[in-house]
């Protein structure tokens, strides 16, 4: 199984992106999807996750302008990024896990710039 990310790109100050993360392969059913990110010099850190559909965790620095969403197949995620910071600079990196093991995406990037 293999978790795919889309969505990045170069978004202004201000501004939304909404990333997508897809798992292929191999039908695995996660009980936790999230979205973590790693700026430039700086440890990997908690953006959101969303544990069994309904329960949620945001990181400090996204809360109020964050959503994570997950489709009904629950093997999709989306994280919609709204008033974005120069700050929020970063690879985000998808996650899915569940008691057998944890799968981590290849990332996609997101530079906030004006």
């Known amino acids: 199984v293999q978790l795919v990310e889309s969505g990045g790109g170069l978004v202004q100050p201000g501004g939304s992106l909404r990333l997508s993360c897809a798992a292929s392969?191999?039908?695995?059913?996660?009980?936790?999807m999230g979205w973590y990110r790693q700026a430039p010099g700086k440890q990997r850190e908690l953006v959101a996750v969303?544990?069994?559909?309904?329960?949620?965790n945001y990181g400090d620095s996204v809360k109020g302008r964050c959503t994570i969403t997950r489709g009904d197949a629950k093997n999709t995620v989306w994280l919609q990024m709204n008033s974005l910071k120069v700050e929020d600079t970063a690879v985000y990196y998808c996650n899915g896990n569940n008691s057998a093991l944890q799968i981590w995406g290849q990332g996609t990037q997101v530079t906030v710039s004006s």
């Open positions: 969303l544990t069994g559909g309904t329960s949620t």
């Open positions: 392969g191999t039908l695995v059913n996660f009980d936790t």
